[in-house]
T-cell receptor
Framework: ETGVTQTPRHLVMGMTNKKSLKCEQHLGHNAMYWYKQSAKKPLELMFVYNFKEQTENNSVPSRFSPECPNSSHLFLHLHTLQPEDSALYLCASRGAGRADTQYFGPGTRLTVL | EDQVTQSPEALRLQEGESSSLNCSYTVSGLRGLFWYRQDPGKGPEFLFT???AGEEKEKERLKATLTKKESFLHITAPKPEDSATYLCAVQAPAGNQFYFGTGTSLTVIP
């Protein structure tokens, strides 16, 4: 495996379900990101982890819970979601340089019924 | 408020018809400006990073340029396989925050 991988690629869940999204990076990066992408809107930053420590939380509802056990893995735990949470969820990783590029995974297409 | 604006929202070109996409930004103390290509249902694919005004980068039919307030992605003699959404992002001075535009959806017609 190379780059940034995400599983599952597609997820359909009910409003009362609990599920988790997984991201893994094979680039040796130390920063990992969760973004939400909805139609006609800019990518919306959700969480940032740097060396496993959360450094950004952009007022994300508590029904989204991130977890970063090490620099290579990032999870997004989902519970009691709303239909408006349906979107493409993207994970990205970045190196430690001053203006290092973010590299994205393929995303998880989430549908909340 | 820091902002990134891309134009046009959508662009249709005939194969071989060159054009430019625009990304204007209001972030002060820019650390870097990034261009990505995104195909439907996939994650953004990195194209270029520009760091300072006057800088240019090229890759095949694409050329990115940067001024103090905007960046252009020039597409020369596009092919149908260049059809995608092109995203622009800027890195804020703090370092961890990236601001994205809404993208330009490019369609190249054979």
């Amino acid at each position: 495996e190379t780059g940034v991988t995400q599983t599952p690629r597609h997820l359909v869940m009910g409003m009362t379900n609990k599920k988790s999204l997984k991201c893994e990076q094979h680039l040796g990066h130390n920063a990992m990101y969760w973004y939400k992408q909805s139609a006609k809107k800019p990518l919306e930053l959700m969480f940032v982890y740097n060396f496993k420590e959360q450094t950004e939380n952009n007022s994300v509802p508590s029904r989204f819970s991130p977890e970063c056990p090490n620099s290579s893995h990032l999870f997004l735990h989902l519970h009691t979601l709303q239909p408006e949470d349906s979107a493409l969820y993207l994970c990205a990783s970045r190196g430690a340089g001053r203006a290092d590029t973010q590299y994205f995974g393929p995303g998880t297409r989430l549908t909340v019924l | 408020e820091d902002q990134v604006t891309q134009s046009p929202e959508a662009l249709r070109l005939q194969e071989g018809e060159s054009s430019s996409l625009n990304c204007s930004y209001t972030v002060s103390g820019l650390r870097g400006l990034f261009w990505y290509r995104q195909d439907p249902g996939k994650g953004p694919e990195f194209l270029f990073t520009l760091y300072s005004a006057g800088e240019e980068k090229e890759k095949e039919r694409l050329k990115a340029t940067l001024t103090k307030k905007e960046s252009f992605l020039h597409i020369t003699a596009p092919k149908p396989e260049d059809s995608a959404t092109y995203l622009c992002a800027v890195q804020a001075p703090a370092g961890n925050q990236f601001y994205f535009g809404t993208g330009t959806s490019l369609t190249v017609i054979p």
